[in-house]
């Protein structure tokens, strides 16, 4: 009978190292041989008919800037409107454009110099819609402002830098 109970006892304790020794292979494994993917490296587009998880648009990825520049504004260009969009202008904007726009911020000098966003002939070449998606994607050296502020904020923006060009 001990022999038995110490036989048995044997038993369930290697079938348990097996076990474990089976899920620290397939940990391991899997550790080393998936792919590695780094934040930001890849845009993964999501899945159809889901939204964003602040609601709202979807903002087309930075390849599809010729499509995203064809789309209205949806926010009337008022009073209330550039205000909200001059009010964020002096959060992410002036750093680089300066408080007035025409590219002379403080951290300007340290990069490539950002457009004149008063210049009308630049003001005329650009949509709104374009503008937009510059502002959510960003540039070759503008960071993308996506994350940070939702797509209505993003058009009073425009609606803002559109005013700069009038003063």
């Known amino acids: 009978m001990k022999y038995l ?3 048995v006892l044997l038993l369930i ?3 348990g190292g097996l076990m474990g020794s089976v899920v620290v292979l397939r940990w391991t494994d899997n550790m080393t041989e998936t792919v590695k993917v780094v934040p930001g490296e890849r845009v993964f587009t999501m899945p159809a008919g889901t939204l964003p998880r602040m609601g ?6 930075r390849e599809e800037r010729e499509a995203a ?4 504004n949806p926010v009337k260009a008022t009073a209330q409107s550039a205000a909200r969009g001059k009010a964020l202008f002096a959060i992410y904007c002036a750093p680089c454009h300066g408080p007035g726009g025409k590219g002379d911020g403080l ?21 709104d819609g374009y503008l937009q998606h510059v502002i959510g994607t960003g ?6 402002y996506g994350e940070a502020l939702s797509p209505e904020e993003r058009w009073d923006l ?8 009038q003063k």
């Open 13 to 15: 304790v290697a079938a």
């Open 139 to 144: 540039g070759a050296v503008m960071p993308a």
């Open 69 to 72: 520049a064809k789309r209205p």
């Open 56 to 61: 709202g648009e979807l903002t087309p990825p």
């Open 107 to 127: 951290v300007a000098p340290k990069f490539i110099p950002p457009p004149d966003l008063t210049n009308v002939s630049l003001q005329k070449q650009r949509t």
């Open 5 to 7: 109970f110490g036989f």
């Open 158 to 165: 425009v609606n803002y830098v559109r005013t700069l060009a």
